[in-house]
């Protein structure tokens, strides 16, 4: 069983995903994509990670990966895409990338579709609940997919495709070490938003194990499929 990740920048990396892979004995490949290129494949697993850029940047590498992820998807691969993964999703799958009204950041309620209800991870989940967010950017549903969830200020919060590809705007894999990184490394979105790290911190905290639980079901749904 390989597991691929693609990364965008060091500081964001796969979190409890890792540990959910490592409880079942399966390691993982790591890409640095802008610095060290793309891996030969998708592996049986892919989870794309996020990163401060944007999927409508010009840079040769974006194009690149997005070509990367579209071919994997197309393929069946089974994916887990996380805020700029899962942009990266929708924008290989035809939808669009833009402006949100407003940055999200830190611990936001999300509601479940009916389809998100019927969803075989999230269905085991409330009808609404806390996840750990840290975005600027929305997107529209690509076609062939189903809405999962979505909140007040980004109607679409995560989408599926096809049985096993999971495009996340959220993060159920943030850890504590996490959040540290991004409010070092993301100070002006903290500015912007008026939030500080302290309260952004003991907002989520207390809320992370009910995220890792779900990136847990995610990561056993998608290997039982990929097998």
């Not at 070092?184 to 500080?196: G, H």
Request: glycine share 12%; aromatic share 6%.
């Amino acid at each position: 069983m390989r597991v691929v990740c693609l990364q965008h920048v060091s500081f964001e990396g796969p979190g409890a995903f890792a540990k959910a892979l490592a409880r079942r004995g399966v390691g993982l490949e790591y890409s640095l994509v802008p610095k060290e290129g793309l891996p030969h494949d998708g592996g049986d697993l892919l989870i794309v990670m996020g990163g401060p850029m944007s999927v409508n940047d010009s840079n040769k590498w974006i194009a690149e990966e997005t070509a990367f992820i579209r071919s994997a998807l197309l393929a069946g691969t089974p994916m887990i895409g996380v805020c700029l993964g899962s942009q990266f999703m929708a924008k290989a799958l035809g939808g669009t990338v833009r402006s949100g009204q407003a940055l999200e950041i830190g611990m936001t309620p999300v509601r479940l579709t009916e389809a998100g209800k019927q969803d075989p991870v999230f269905g085991a989940a409330p009808d609404s609940f806390p996840v750990f967010e840290w975005h600027g950017e929305v997107f529209d549903l690509p076609k062939n997919c189903v809405p999962l969830a979505g909140s007040d200020v980004a109607p679409l919060q995560a989408f599926r495709y096809g049985d096993r590809a999971y495009g996340l705007l959220f993060h159920l894999e943030m850890e504590e070490g996490g959040i540290d990184s991004l409010c070092r490394e993301c100070v002006p979105d903290l500015i912007k938003a008026r939030l500080t790290a302290p309260q952004i911190k003991s907002a989520a905290l207390s809320q992370l194990p009910q995220l890792h639980l779900m990136a847990d079901r995610l990561i056993g749904h998608l290997l039982t499929s990929a097998r």
